[in-house]
């Protein structure tokens, strides 16, 4: 990881484990800003728009090399405003992990953004788990909610497994169609 560079990706220094403290560490740039969902409240759709495009070009980054996110989601993704435009960082690659041709069970990662593969933890894992991720995260972004009770774990888990987007959860904006289709 401290290795990989790009602008919109929080530079990664060093990383270890402290074996008299049991723990793995890592260290990184300071990077300001306020985390995704928080940043984009009120704002046009254009603006979503040049946040998509900075997040995927650091996926697509970070992807190139193997390395796969596991947590993408509005903490883990700062936005700092400069000049009306936003810059975007993605952070906290603590369960990021380097994958050469999938994984069996691999993953990681916060329940309500977790793919269908992690939580069958019986397929392949791929860069593919941190767009699904992406996806729910915009979805919140757009409709100001998630498509399932994100406080009862079974029901999360359902949803990712079996779940289908109702066309009731779009009724609540005004997000125009490709989004929609993403």
């Known amino acids: 990881l401290s290795q990989i560079r790009h602008s919109h990706l929080c530079r990664v220094y060093d990383f270890g484990f402290q074996p008299d403290q049991e723990r793995y560490y890592f260290t990184s740039e300071f990077c300001p800003g306020l985390p995704f969902l928080a ?7 254009s603006y979503l728009e040049e946040c998509l495009a900075q997040i995927l070009s650091a996926l697509d980054c970070v992807h190139s090399q193997g390395v796969v996110h596991f ?10 405003e400069k000049d ?22 691999w993953g990681g990662g916060t329940l309500p953004y977790m793919a269908p593969e992690i939580l069958r933890a019986t397929g392949s894992v791929d860069h593919r788990v941190d767009l699904y991720s992406l996806g729910i995260l915009y979805l919140r972004a757009l409709t100001g909610t998630f498509p399932f009770d994100p406080a009862n774990a079974d029901a999360v888990s359902a949803w990712h497994l079996t779940g289908e987007l109702s066309s009731e959860i779009w009724s609540r904006c005004a997000a125009p169609r490709y989004f929609r289709e993403i």
Do not use: T, Y
């Not at 940043?39 to 759709?45: F, G, L, N, Q, Y």
């Open 39 to 45: 940043a984009v409240k009120d704002k046009p759709h």
């Open 84 to 105: 009306g435009r936003p810059l975007v960082k993605i952070v906290d690659f603590g369960v990021a992990a380097r994958l050469r041709g999938g994984a069996e069970g």
């Open 71 to 80: 947590d993408i989601k509005g903490d883990n993704i700062l936005v700092e």
